[in-house]
Nanobody, 127 residues
């Protein structure tokens, strides 16, 4: 059974940085396209970033472009989300997800594409 475990969340002041990690077990990370999503309080889950199996291509939501960077280390079975210049609007529970299909990266902006999800990690940005 594939399991995803996020870590690295916490409380940070606006303008600060955090790095989230997503450790994958029970499967081979290089087999999965990966994504990060977030769910702000009282709102629906939204796409943040995705990365292809090899890590050769990434795509970020406009709201985080230039501030967040998704990356992966297949040897360590871990995906990362480096977050910089954080804003109060970034406050949310952040989830990583794995897609076992070989479809286009563009499908991975849709949460319904994913097969496995982590439990989430809270990120709170104070003003």
């Amino acid at each position: 059974q594939v399991q995803l475990v996020e870590s690295g969340g916490g409380l940070v002041q606006a303008g600060g940085s955090l790095r989230l990690s997503c450790a994958v077990s029970g499967g081979t990370l290089s087999s999965y396209g990966m994504g990060w999503f977030r769910q702000p309080p009282g709102k629906e889950r939204e796409f943040v970033a995705t990365i292809t199996r090899s890590g050769g291509f990434t795509y970020h939501a406009n709201s985080v472009k230039g501030r967040f960077t998704i990356s992966r280390d297949n040897a360590k079975n871990t995906v990362y989300l480096q977050m910089s210049r954080l804003e109060p609007e970034d406050t949310a529970v952040y989830y990583c997800a794995a897609d076992i299909s070989s479809g286009s990266w563009s499908h991975r902006t849709d949460s319904r594409t994913y097969d496995y999800w982590g439990q989430g990690t809270q990120v709170t940005v104070s003003s």
